[in-house]
């Protein structure tokens, strides 16, 4: 599972926890989370940078994404409020090509201080004291394809690297290179043979998922965007749903985000909306559906409107 701000949440996991039952070798990722936030925010905005490290029992192994400009607050953000809270694992954004991430000289702003990046990874190393695996998210370059920045952020050994196979100028708007891969393989069992690497760019499904595994060989994939309103995406080689599962999933889905956040107060109603489009699709009705739903003002009202469809 891609972490992915705002859809990757405590509730979403839980859906995919129910309804992809995943084995041992799938990995949940939380939202990518400000360390400095963990650390300096104050009591309300502590609470809510702290709700996107909510997870369940169901939800393991589970890793933290954290983010900073500042190695020794990954360190401290680690010990302090990673560790203490039973994560799996710790992943470091190092890819995030939004505006105002890179303005704070972290996410994908990264690759182009390497130094920097490199002792984060040696803090958060040095925090987690051999606890915790420490993996990094990126990408293949900053405006360029850069195999350097590959071999640079793999000499310092991290557990896991997961290559978005697009440059950060890219955004999402071309195909991934899956074609780099072979090449970073390459790289990384002449510098760091046990690191593992995980490609991420474009898969679709389950079945895509596997081909991919079986083409490249990296050790693991990622998936994003192919999860939305999907939480039986790996349960399924393709999608089979009919209107009604993906009905009494969005329903599950939107009851747990009652429970973990909106009674709480922890993230606003419209977060769950951007969902909608993605469960209530490919079935008559499913448009005149998605509008009512898009005008409904809190979980309940949304759910009472979903039951009310499986009664007819
Ligand atoms: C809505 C959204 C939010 C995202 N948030 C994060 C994030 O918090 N951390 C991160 O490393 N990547 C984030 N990403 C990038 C994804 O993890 C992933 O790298 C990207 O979507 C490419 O994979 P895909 O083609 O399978 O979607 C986000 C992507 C989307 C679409």
Partial sequence: MAPMEDV????????????SVP????????????????????????RKVASRLLFSSS????????FSASPENIYKAIK?????????????????????????????YLMQVPEIAKEMVLKAKEASGGKLPISVKTRVGFN?????????????????LTVHLRTKKELSLVDAHWDLMPEILKIRDEI???????????????????????????DGV???????????????????????EKIKQLIFHLE????????????????????????INGFSGAKNLREKLMQTTNTQKAIDILKNMLDY
């Fill in 222 to 244: 990622m998936i994003g965007r192919g999860l939305f309103g999907n939480p039986s995406f790996f349960k399924y080689e393709t999608d089979q749903r009919d209107s009604a």
């Fill in 144 to 160: 360029n394809v850069d195999v350097n920045w590959i071999r640079e952020i793999l000499s310092v050994k991290p557990d896991a």
């Fill in 8 to 19: 990757t949440d405590v509730a979403f996991r839980e859906a995919f926890a129910k309804f």
């Fill in 80 to 108: 302090k409020e990673i560790i203490p809270r039973g994560f799996d694992g710790v992943d470091i954004n190092m890819g995030c090509p939004d505006k105002t991430i890179i303005k704070q000289k972290t996410g994908a």
């Fill in 256 to 279: 747990k985000f009652g429970e973990f956040l909106e009674k709480d107060n922890l993230k606003p109603y419209h977060v769950m909306k951007k969902h909608f489009k993605a469960y």
């Fill in 59 to 66: 939800q393991r192994p589970v890793v933290a994404q954290i």
């Fill in 192 to 218: 760091s043979p046990n690191t593992k690497i995980i490609g991420n760019g474009d898969i679709k499904n389950l079945k895509e998922a596997r081909e991919k595994l079986q083409k490249y060989n990296c």
């Fill in 23 to 46: 084995g041992e070798d799938f990995i949940f990722f939380t939202e990518f989370t400000s360390a400095d936030g963990l650390l300096k925010a104050d009591k309300i905005g502590y």
